[in-house]
């Protein structure tokens, strides 16, 4: 699903060249659940970035189920987005004049979904969060975790293929990451593919498999 073949990504700062991606190998298969560690600067959010068409590489080739999306223009990429990936970040990133509903809606009105297929999308994906009932909240009376599962169950709503974190659990208590980490199990056990960036040793074992990034370089570490 995934292939990164000599991916490099190179920021210019001054006279010095900062290699944030450094050729760059990796191979993530449908249905696996992936985790990529690296401690700070190490190249994490440049990596997620690539992986979720937010950002084209200098040199090398992304594949995304087979397609090459260096030749895609920035129009094609953002509906790529929308229809196969499911971003969630550290900061959650909802809207915060908006509900929990209205927040897991937006991005279906994008997708120009009906309006009645709409609020059965969001109602199930509140359900698999086990937010039923806190649909009329705004973020601010909601708790971290639960700000994290409204954000979860907005990229559930779009039904991607692919589920991309960002440091999911890096705002919570650990009590509160093990919730959303059990939440990216079971979408995991639903046959779903998913990646998860993280700084936390703790976090990354409990994926399937480890890949270790440090300076912008790829290492796979057998476990
Ligand atoms: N927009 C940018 N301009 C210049 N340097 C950047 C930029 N974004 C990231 N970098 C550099 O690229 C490297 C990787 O950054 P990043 O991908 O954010 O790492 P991580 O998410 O693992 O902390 C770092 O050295 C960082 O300073
Ligand atoms: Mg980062």
Same mark, same amino acid.
């Given at each position: 699903m995934i292939v990164l073949n000599d991916v490099s990504k190179v920021y210019h700062i001054g006279e010095s060249e900062v290699y944030? &991606?450094?050729h760059a190998n990796m191979r993530i298969r449908e249905g696996e659940f992936v985790s990529i560690i690296g401690p700070s600067g190490s190249g994490k959010s440049t990596m997620m970035n690539i992986i979720g068409c937010l950002d084209i590489a200098d040199s090398g080739q992304y594949l995304l189920d087979g397609q090459?999306?260096?030749?895609?223009t920035e129009t094609e990429l953002a509906k790529i987005r929308n229809r196969k990936i499911g971003f969630i970040f550290q900061t959650f990133? &909802?809207?915060?004049?908006?509900t929990a509903a209205e927040n897991i809606e937006l991005p279906l009105i994008y997708q120009k979904i009906s309006r009645e297929e709409r609020k059965e999308q969001v109602a199930q994906a509140l359900e698999k969060v086990r937010l039923s009932g806190r649909g009329k909240h705004k973020p601010n009376e909601l708790s971290g975790g639960q700000q994290q599962r409204v954000a979860i169950a907005r990229a559930i709503a779009s039904r991607p293929s692919l589920f991309l974190a960002d440091e999911p659990t890096g705002n919570l208590d650990s009590a509160t990451g093990r919730e959303i980490m059990e939440l990216f199990h079971e979408l995991h056990t639903q046959g779903n593919t998913i990646v998860l960036i993280t700084h936390d040793n703790s976090i990354a074992r409990q994926a399937s498999r480890s890949i270790h990034i440090l300076d912008g370089k790829i290492r796979e570490v057998a476990r």
């Open positions: 944030a &991606l450094d090459p999306i260096e030749e895609y990133n &909802l809207i915060g004049n908006m």
